[in-house]
């Protein structure tokens, strides 16, 4: 089964991909839409998020090859910028892993990555906290702690709903599982495009960690963290998100 992606500017000359947090789907890249107009542009709703809920089951590897057949098959010259956040990083650094030679420019903000498997005393305790959390996944007391920790606008909270609701509990555990435990993937090395590693300043912790081990394993990476704002920041401030991809696009 293939994922759904919503395609604009089909007649431009350079693609851009944009993959989306967890828990979410394509629309929180509404903005980008309208301020890219002049690029080609690509949103997939990845494996079991939005109206891409029935393709499961989920992984990090299994995104990140259906996003390069996209490349392949529907990107200028087969060939694509690429632009994450959270859980779409993620798959942006597999994917630098596995075929750097569909990837131009790159922008990633929120990824999570480990350098290190996990303790067994910590899998244990995220067992326990995906048992607990699962449950209440659409209780609408749940639901407003992210749209508060997120900051997520008022016309779009009936979104951030909906696509919580769309997400099935199954589906859920393996992409959290699969988020949390990220792990950097081999021959980084290679990837030798410009790649800008970002952090929103009110981000979380060990995501500011792993911003420092990504530059380390990326070649020709640079490093900056946008002021002000938290973990889905292209949502929060749009205009400064959007200033900054277009220069970073432009830099090379």
């Known amino acids: 089964m293939s994922l759904y992606i919503k395609e604009t500017g089909k007649n431009n000359d350079e693609t851009i991909v944009f993959l989306h947090n967890e828990g979410i789907a394509g629309w929180m890249w509404d903005e980008q839409l309208k301020a890219f107009s002049d690029y080609h542009c690509i949103i997939p709703d990845l494996p079991g998020h939005g109206k891409s809920a029935e393709v499961k089951p989920f992984s990090v590897q299994s995104a990140a090859g259906m996003v390069i057949d996209i490349i392949k098959n529907n990107a200028k010259n087969g060939k694509a ?13 597999q994917i630098l892993s596995t075929a750097p030679e569909v990837v131009n420019h790159v922008l990633i903000s929120g990824a ?3 350098n290190s498997q996990p303790t067994e005393s910590f899998l244990k305790l995220l067992d326990n906290l995906i048992a607990l959390y699962l449950p209440d996944k659409d209780k609408t ?10 900051n997520i606008p008022k016309n779009l909270r009936s979104k951030f709903k909906e696509s919580t609701y769309v997400i099935e509990p199954y ?15 081999d021959n980084l090395e290679h990837a030798d495009m410009p ?12 995501v500011n960690e792993s911003a420092l081990n990504l530059l380390n394993a990326l070649p ?10 938290g973990h ?13 991809l277009r220069s970073w696009l432009k830099r090379y």
């Open 220 to 229: 020709n990476s640079k490093g900056a963290m946008a002021l002000k704002v």
């Open 232 to 244: 889905l920041w292209n949502i929060e401030n749009p205009e400064m998100f959007n200033n900054v």
């Open 81 to 93: 910028h690429l632009v994450g956040l959270s859980l779409g990083a993620q798959i942006a650094v």
């Open 141 to 150: 007391i749940r639901i407003m702690s992210y749209v508060r920790s997120y």
């Open 171 to 185: 589906s859920l555990d393996k992409i959290l599982r699969e988020t949390i435990l990220f792990k950097m993937p």
């Open 112 to 114: 999570l990555v480990r």
């Open 195 to 206: 790649v800008l590693v970002m952090t929103g300043e009110k981000d979380y912790r060990i």
